[in-house]
C-alpha cells in the first residue's frame, strides 16, 4: 500500500493545485478545456462517464457526462456515500487524492461517487449498492467479494448542492471567493455496512485513510486543520450521530424510509 501511495509525484500535483488555485482566486467561470488543462489524465477520462440524471424525487431522467452533471451550475443525478466501520465500530474516512478534480485533498466518507447509466447499476434499489462494491475495490482496494449487495444497508436519501471551494478558503483569512466552476448537485444514497476488510488504496484516488471513534465526531467537525468535503460534514452533522449511536439496529436490515432529506440552499453545518 505504501509503496504505490510513494509512486505519486509531487511536481505533478503541485502543478495541478497550483492551476486550480489560480482559476478559483480569479473568481470567474472558466472553460472545462482551461480548467482541466493541467488534470491527471486518468481522472480527467473518467470525467467522461456516463451517470445518471434525475429529478428530485430521484426519477430517471436520462444519462449525462461526469463533466456535464458537475460542471458550472452542476445538473441533479445520483449518488451514494458509503459509511463503512470496523468490527470496534470506528468509521473508515478517507482523504481524497490531490490528483481529484473536484474536491481534491477533502476529507469525506469511506466512498463516495456515482452509479453509471447501465442496466445492473440503474436497478432500483440494488444499482446504488452494486456501484458502491465496485468503487470501494477502485478507491480503496476493498476485494469486491468483501460484501454482498444485501450487506450494505440503505439508510435514507439526502439532496443537496453545493460549490467546490478553493483550497485558499481554509488558508486565507479573508477567505477566498467560492469556485464558480464546479458544483455537486446530487441525490445521494447512504449506505452503510461493517466489516473488517483489507485495503489496497488507488493513490490516485485516495491519499490517506482514518478510523474515527464515535466520541472523536465532534472534534473531527470541529479541527480547522482538515479540509471535509461538504456532503460528509453535512451528513455528520445532521445524521450521522443517530444512526452511529444505533448502529446495531441500523444495520439489521433497509431502511423502509424512502424519503428524500431537502438541504439545498442550507450551509452544511445549519
Known amino acids: ?25 480569479a473568481g470567474a467561470r472558466a472553460s472545462f478545456e482551461d480548467l482541466t488543462a493541467s488534470a491527471d489524465p486518468e481522472q480527467l477520462e473518467f470525467m467522461q462517464e456516463m451517470v445518471i440524471q434525475v429529478d428530485e424525487q430521484d426519477n430517471v431522467l436520462g444519462p ?26 470506528e468509521l473508515l474516512i478517507q482523504k481524497r487524492a490531490a490528483e481529484k478534480i473536484t474536491f481534491p485533498s477533502y476529507w469525506a466518507n469511506t466512498c463516495c461517487s456515482h452509479p453509471l447509466f447501465r442496466p445492473e447499476e440503474l436497478e432500483d434499489g440494488l444499482g446504488v449498492k452494486r456501484a458502491a462494491i465496485r468503487k470501494l475495490d477502485h478507491e480503496l482496494g476493498i476485494p469486491t467479494s468483501s460484501f454482498q449487495v444485501d450487506e450494505l444497508k440503505y439508510v435514507t436519501t439526502v439532496l443537496y448542492k453545493v460549490r467546490m471551494h478553493s483550497l485558499a478558503v481554509h488558508i486565507r483569512p ?12 446530487e441525490v445521494d444514497h447512504i449506505l452503510l455496512a461493517r466489516g473488517d476488510v483489507s485495503m489496497d488504496i ?11 471513534r464515535r466520541e472523536q465526531l465532534d472534534a473531527l467537525l470541529a479541527d480547522k486543520s482538515r479540509l471535509l468535503s461538504p456532503w460528509f460534514r453535512l451528513i455528520a452533522t445532521h445524521l450521522l450521530p443517530a444512526w452511529w449511536d444505533n448502529l446495531d439496529a ?15 440552499g442550507r450551509s452544511p453545518t445549519n
Open 1 to 25: 500500500m505504501l509503496a504505490r501511495a510513494l509512486r505519486r509525484t509531487a511536481i505533478a500535483r503541485a502543478s495541478a493545485l497550483d492551476g486550480r488555485r489560480s482559476i478559483a482566486a
Open 174 to 185: 479573508d477567505g477566498a471567493a467560492s469556485d464558480p466552476n464546479w458544483t455537486e448537485y
Open 202 to 212: 488507488n493513490p490516485n484516488e485516495v491519499e490517506q485513510v482514518e478510523f474515527v
Open 250 to 264: 441500523m444495520l439489521q436490515r433497509d431502511s423502509s424510509e424512502r424519503q428524500i432529506h431537502n438541504y439545498c
Open 64 to 89: 449525462m457526462t461526469k463533466k456535464d452533471s458537475h460542471f458550472h451550475d452542476g445538473v441533479l443525478h445520483r449518488a451514494f456515500s458509503v459509511f463503512l466501520f470496523n468490527s470496534k465500530n
